[in-house]
């Protein structure tokens, strides 16, 4: 299994990026499919999340009215659109992927992930 996150770069304060998560390897349409981050000397954290259907999103306070998580199954890719970038927001962006079958509310831990990316490098200047 392969999680290629890009799209990650420098941005001013107040813009935007969309971030990309390429898989391959895994029945992508049965993985719920989520976005972390770490910024530096922080602990991992939940970022959006969204179900195989792109019926449901959960999204961390932090994200909420800013970021949009979806996904197009048919290209086995989700992508995390950024906007009202803010000086608190720079961090690795780590995709991942889970065949858990709970609701979705529970997908905010690391833990409950099977694969992960990379991560993509995201730098906001003010």
């Known amino acids: 299994v392969q999680l290629q996150a890009s799209g990650g770069g420098l941005v001013q304060a107040g813009g935007s990026l969309r971030l990309s998560c390429a898989a391959s390897?895994?029945?992508?349409?049965?993985?719920?499919m989520g976005w972390f981050r770490q910024g530096q000397g922080k602990e991992r954290e939940f970022v959006a999340a969204?179900?195989?259907?792109?019926?449901?999103?959960y999204y961390a306070d932090s994200a909420k009215g800013r970021f949009a998580i979806s996904r197009d199954n048919a290209e086995n890719t989700a992508y995390l659109e950024m906007n009202s970038l803010k000086p608190e927001d720079p961090a690795t962006y780590y995709c991942?992927?889970?065949?858990?079958?709970?609701?979705?509310?529970?997908?905010?831990?690391?833990?409950?992930?099977?694969?992960w990316g990379q991560g993509t490098q995201v730098t906001v200047s003010s």
């Open positions: 390897g895994l029945t992508f349409a049965n993985s719920v």
């Open positions: 969204i179900s195989r259907s792109s019926i449901s999103a």
């Open positions: 991942a992927a889970t065949r858990d079958r709970r609701s979705i509310a529970n997908y905010g831990s690391p833990g409950t992930y099977d694969y």
